[in-house]
């Protein structure tokens, strides 16, 4: 085992049999394949190999497929170990294993045995070994998860306080980079002064930040749901330009049956740009959900047919409502109207969202003939729709054919319609001949901000 193609492997998915596909290969039966790909250096065949193993109560088995890669001294093998042993209720043994990498210094390692060991009694240890590492907002988050099981959240409150200087607030994305920047500390100070019921100042923590929204979810949303301050949500709603906290505020309401509260927060007049951009989508979600397709159809139509209203990710929502209630035929005539209303030109990002739809009406060859024909059909991104079509048709040779043209591009799919066909020594040729990703030669990031693109 190599430990520098190991690492590749983890971080570009090239040149290997990635996750997702060494779990299809066991989903069709095909465990001697996976077996032996795990001993020719394929880690994501291993590491399912072992799981599967450890499931079935296998375990030396499972520690066998393991020993070679961790031999290597690599650590995502060794937490697959930690996590079989673990697993059989061996936690000292798991904790044993792991403890050099975290005390080597690996961050990964770092947070994975702190919250190994606060799960199984060893919470202070475990606030011991994350504490030095505080300046590292990663593992902050971890010390404020295990401090609650170590019964020593006010020393991580003290150590989180450092981190927020009375007289600074973050108010760019470029501010404090290095180190725990305030905005961060301040909300992992927040859940530790939640979870001492001291729940103001957690929300006063929370406004004094330049942002709160991470990944579509807003914590001081989520924190004022949890408490049921319904009246400050609402406020806050109208407030947060990015529409987290409204979208927080209508499935409470939604949670509470008040359907009505729901809509009108979605419908609500005084909303930021960035809000109403969103809100028509989520209304159409919110009425489909409830037996009123019709309104939900209306209202996305009415987004779409309005300037600047036709973005495609909004097109294929209202689609997928068309489809969804049996109404394919309305959705083929619509996008008609969208293509007549752009001089008669369809772009493939639009054209795609025919496809299914022409297949709801029983119109599966008619969509396979016309994907073909389109102006953008031979190209990488259409193979894709058309390899599907083929296969749903029940052609999976042409299926594979199609997608044999753009192998570059295209080799993941490849490889799983020749795994579908029981051609594995095939699909493990295509995964290996891809070509790893442009490595990055320059620095991403100088410390310079760009307002001309490429951003």
């Known amino acids: ?44 065949c291993a590491r399912a190999w072992a799981r599967l193993l450890g499931e079935r109560g296998r ?26 042993l673990e697993g059989r209720g061996r936690a000292l043994e798991a904790i044993a294993l792991t403890r050099p990498y975290a005390q080597a210094g690996d961050r990964m390692a770092l947070d994975f045995v702190g919250r190994l060991m606060a799960r199984h009694d060893h919470g202070a240890e475990a606030f011991d070994l994350l504490s030095p590492g505080v300046e590292d907002w990663f593992l902050a988050d971890a010390l404020v998860d295990v401090a609650e099981a170590a019964g020593r959240d006010a020393e991580a409150a003290e150590l989180l306080s450092a981190w927020i200087p009375a007289d600074h607030r973050c108010d760019t994305p470029w501010c404090c980079r290095s180190g725990l920047d305030p905005d961060t500390a301040l909300g992992l100070l927040a859940r530790i002064r939640e979870r001492q019921g001291r729940v103001d100042e957690a929300i006063a923590l929370l406004r004094a930040r330049n942002g709160t929204s991470v990944n579509g979810r807003d914590q001081l949303a989520e924190l004022l749901a ?9 406020a806050y709603a109208v407030s947060d330009v990015h529409g987290h906290a409204a979208q927080r505020l209508a499935e409470v309401l939604e949670e509470r049956g008040d359907l009505e509260g729901a809509i009108a927060v979605y419908r609500q007049e005084k909303a930021g740009s960035n809000r109403r951009y969103h809100d028509p989508v989520l209304l159409a979600g919110l009425l489909s959900r409830h037996g009123r397709a019709d309104e939900a159809i209306a209202g996305l139509r009415a987004q779409v047919d309005s300037p600047g209203g036709a973005e495609d990710w909004v097109v294929d929502a209202l689609c997928t409502l068309y489809a969804e209630h049996g109404r394919a035929r309305e959705g083929l005539a619509h996008l008609d109207a969208l293509k007549e209303r752009r001089g008669g030109q369809e772009e493939w990002d639009f054209f795609r969202m025919r496809l299914p739809l022409l297949a709801d009406c ?9 994907a073909g024909a389109h102006h953008e059909g031979a190209s990488w991104y259409a193979a894709w729709s058309l390899s599907d079509l083929l296969a749903e048709a029940g052609r999976a040779e042409e299926a594979v054919a199609v997608l044999e043209q753009h192998p570059a591009s295209n080799g993941s799919v490849l490889a799983e319609r020749l795994i579908d066909l029981g051609r594995v020594e095939d699909a493990v040729r295509v995964l290996r001949n891809r070509p790893d990703p442009e490595p990055v030669t320059d620095d991403p990031w100088d410390g310079d901000r760009f307002d001309a693109p490429p951003f």
Do not use: K, N
């Open 362 to 370: 029983g119109l599966l060859d008619e969509a396979i003939e016309l």
């Open 1 to 44: 085992m190599d430990v520098a193609d190991l690492d590749r492997q983890v971080r570009t998915l090239s040149g290997c049999i990635p996750p997702q596909l060494a779990d299809r290969l066991l989903e069709l039966g095909h465990e001697q394949d996976v077996e032996s790909l795990a001993g020719r250096g394929e880690w994501f």
């Open 59 to 84: 375990h030396d088995r499972a520690r066998d497929v393991l020993a070679p890669y961790v031999a290597t001294g690599w650590w995502p093998a060794a937490r697959v170990q930690a996590e079989l």
């Open 226 to 234: 949890r408490h049921g301050r319904i009246e400050e949500l609402r």
